[in-house]
C-alpha cells in the first residue's frame, strides 16, 4: 500500500524551476496539512514547505520567496514549484503529512548545477 509518490524531479541548472507532485491517498487530504522536506547527502531531513487544511502556507527560510506549495484536494495532490533553483537544493524531495506521520515514500531527485 503506498500513500504516498513524488515525481517531477530531475536535473537542472542554477536559477532554473521544476515542478514536483506528489500524489497520495485520498483520507490524508481531509484531515492533514502537508509537508515537502528534502535530504541532501550526509544531512538530516528539512521541512521545506507546509501547506495547510484551509490552503495557509509556512516556508523555510532558505526558500522563501522562491519556492510555493500548492494543493488540489479534489485530486489528492500536492505540488512545490520550485523557482531561482540554486545548487544547495539539490537534493531527494519528499512529501508526507504535516508533522509526519504516514511511512516515507521513495522521494525524487532534484539537481542543480552550477
Known amino acids: 500500500q503506498v500513500q504516498l509518490m513524488e515525481s517531477g524531479g530531475g536535473l537542472v541548472q542554477a536559477g532554473g524551476s521544476l515542478r514536483l507532485s506528489c500524489a497520495a491517498s485520498?483520507?490524508?487530504?481531509?484531515?492533514?496539512?502537508m509537508g515537502w522536506y528534502r535530504q541532501a547527502p550526509g544531512k538530516q531531513r528539512e521541512v521545506v514547505a507546509i501547506i495547510t487544511t484551509g490552503g495557509g502556507t509556512s516556508f523555510a527560510p532558505d526558500v522563501k520567496g522562491r519556492f510555493t506549495i500548492s494543493r488540489d484536494n479534489a485530486k489528492n495532490t500536492v505540488f512545490l514549484q520550485m523557482n531561482s533553483l540554486k545548487p544547495e537544493d539539490t537534493a531527494v524531495y519528499y512529501c508526507n503529512i504535516f508533522p509526519p506521520g504516514v511511512d516515507w515514500g521513495q522521494g525524487t531527485q532534484v539537481t542543480v548545477s552550477s
Open positions: 485520498g483520507s490524508i487530504f481531509s484531515t492533514n496539512h
